[in-house]
């Protein structure tokens, strides 16, 4: 079983930048992708961005391509989102979860394939 808590929400202006942190602890030796995940109030749980466990292939949602990173740090127990220039759009509560299906080249993974997820921290535009 994988534990995951997430970190590093707030309410920023547009325009602005956020870094998320999600902790990871438990067994993981079967996790073979990372995500970040995003759910509105009234919307459908949407996919952001995912790694996979070595890090080697990453792939993004349109609409944050290019202003989102996914990483991890090097002891492998810390995923992060960092964010630039977001958007009222973006105002979201952010999900980590891990899956112990491969990523498939830079397709997006079907969110049904992610069985840990942690609490969510919520990203707010202040503008």
């Known amino acids: 079983q994988v534990q995951l808590a997430e970190s590093g929400g707030g309410s920023v202006q547009a325009g602005g930048s956020l870094r998320l942190a999600c902790k990871l602890s438990g067994d993981t030796r079967y996790v073979y992708t990372l995500g970040w995940f995003r759910q509105s109030p009234g919307k459908e749980r949407e996919f952001v961005a995912a790694?996979?466990?070595?890090?080697?292939?990453?792939t993004y949602a349109e609409s944050v391509q290019g202003r989102f990173k996914i990483s991890r740090d090097s002891t492998k127990t810390t995923l992060y989102l960092q964010m630039n220039d977001l958007k009222p759009k973006d105002t979201a509560l952010y999900y980590c979860?891990?899956?112990?299906?491969?990523?498939?080249?830079?397709?997006?993974?079907?969110?049904?394939?992610?069985?840990?997820w942690g609490q969510g921290t919520q990203v707010t535009d202040s503008s």
């Open positions: 790694m996979n466990w070595r890090g080697a292939i990453t």
């Open positions: 979860a891990t899956s112990t299906v491969g990523l498939q080249g830079r397709q997006t993974p079907d969110v049904r394939c992610f069985a840990s």
